[in-house]
């Protein structure tokens, strides 16, 4: 695939699957945008690829725990003059434990992130993903998505909804030239189980 003379997003880019998928993408021609809160990460990354590919790399530091983010990043990159082709909504996070015993601010957090945010960033981008045609919507899911998760039920059932909306955009958008899917991957080791803060939760634990 080549990514060349088209500009990727790539939500949560600050560790994990988003630092790496961010990699790839330049390593296929992509320039990028970079977005997660911690802006030292996202500026450290991109000076990596700049001096490894020949991207351009645009950091926007941004919290996604924000409601409707869409409207926000929209005005950063026309100030920009920047268009997307490829948005890879990657950032998300799990909380592990009974839900009567979880922080309610946590859970409305983790909502917003993997669900709320990403349902905003995907209509607010499509139609320029659709008009470049070159490019592709990836949404992170998970194969927590595939069955209920007593223990992490705000998180499957984030991750269900991720793969479900997907699946019908897929379906909307064929013909377009815009690749659309759900990545669902297995445990990988990353951040995500210091987030979680569960050591049973651990890969080789579950
Ligand atoms: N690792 C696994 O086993 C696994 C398996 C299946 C699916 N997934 C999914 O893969 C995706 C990436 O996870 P990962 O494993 O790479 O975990 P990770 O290393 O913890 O990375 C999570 C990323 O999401 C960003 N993020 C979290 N909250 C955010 C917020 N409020 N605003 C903006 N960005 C935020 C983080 O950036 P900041 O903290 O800098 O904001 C970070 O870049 C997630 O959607 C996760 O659910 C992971």
Redesign the pocket.
């Given at each position: 695939l080549d990514y060349r003379g088209t500009t990727a997003l790539v939500?949560?880019?600050?560790?994990?699957?988003?630092r790496e998928l961010s990699s790839r993408l330049a390593g296929r021609g992509a320039d990028l945008v970079l977005?997660?809160?911690?802006a030292d990460?996202l500026e450290e990354l991109a000076a990596e690829l700049r001096t490894r590919t020949r991207a351009t790399v645009t950091v926007l530091p941004?919290?996604?725990?924000t409601p409707r983010p869409g409207a926000a990043l929209a005005a950063m990159l026309r100030e920009r003059d920047i268009t997307l082709g490829t948005l890879v909504n990657?950032?998300?996070?799990?909380s592990h434990g009974a839900l009567a015993d979880a922080d309610s601010d946590r859970v409305a957090?983790e909502v917003q992130?993997?669900v709320a945010s990403l349902v905003d960033l995907t209509r607010t981008f499509l139609p320029e993903l659709v008009a470049t045609g070159r490019g592709a919507l990836v949404n992170?899911a998970?194969?927590?998505s595939y069955q209920a998760t007593p223990g992490m039920a705000v998180y499957g059932a984030t991750?269900a909804f991720v793969r479900s909306f997907t699946e019908a955009l897929w379906y909307e958008t064929r013909g377009t030239g815009l690749r659309t899917l759900a990545l669902s991957?297995?445990?990988?080791p990353?951040?995500?189980f210091d987030?979680l803060g569960a050591e049973e939760a651990k890969i080789g634990q579950v």
């Open positions: 939500t949560g880019a600050s560790s994990g699957l988003g977005v997660a809160r911690r990460r941004y919290d996604l725990a990657n950032a998300g996070f799990g957090a992130v993997n992170v998970s194969t927590a991750k991957p297995g445990p990988v990353t951040e995500f987030v």
